[in-house]
């Protein structure tokens, strides 16, 4: 497989893509797969794309050679009345990312991941936050990326990065 991807902004016409993306993010364990309409009809990942775009919505999306879409990294602002995973506060977007399994360990999700925090800086965020699950390898990029665990919940991290 070629290792050569491109990355361009999200637009409105990929929720579809971004909802494949958080069936991968939710099925990141090997064999943990969970069908796509459980995962599209649960509340918790739904969040993260009803109404995709929206105003204070950004994101990213990777492209592989034949412009065929790979993995995405997105952003939203949820409210304390409906928060996410990695909710920490108001005013401080909560990122999701997902990577088609054959392409991760690429260098696509980190590729995505500073596209994403460098477009949530220069529209003046001090803050970033993500939920990562205990045992999952992304935790590792996301630590390498300048993210930190700020809260432990049951099986989960909420991890967040300072972006000034």
Not at 36 to 49: G, K
């Amino acid at each position: 497989m070629p290792a050569t991807f491109t990355v361009r902004p999200a637009t409105a016409a990929d929720g579809a893509f971004l909802a494949d993306m958080v069936v991968e993010a939710a099925n990141w364990r090997q064999g943990g797969a969970r069908p796509r309409h459980d995962v599209m009809t649960d509340d918790e990942h739904r969040r993260y794309l009803a109404g995709w775009m929206r105003p204070g919505d950004a994101g990213f999306v990777a492209l592989d050679g034949n412009g065929e879409p790979i993995g995405a990294a997105w952003y939203r602002m949820l409210p304390r009345s409906d928060p996410g995973y990695g909710y920490v506060g108001t005013g401080v977007p909560e990122l999701i990312i997902g990577v088609r399994p054959i392409w991760r360990a690429h260098g696509v999700g980190r590729m995505l991941l500073q596209r994403l925090c460098e477009h949530a800086r220069a529209e003046g965020f001090a803050r970033i936050s993500l939920s990562v699950e205990r045992g999952n390898f992304a935790a590792t990029l996301y630590r390498s990326e300048g993210f930190a665990v700020t809260q432990s919940g049951i099986g989960r991290d909420t991890m967040v990065k300072r972006l000034r």
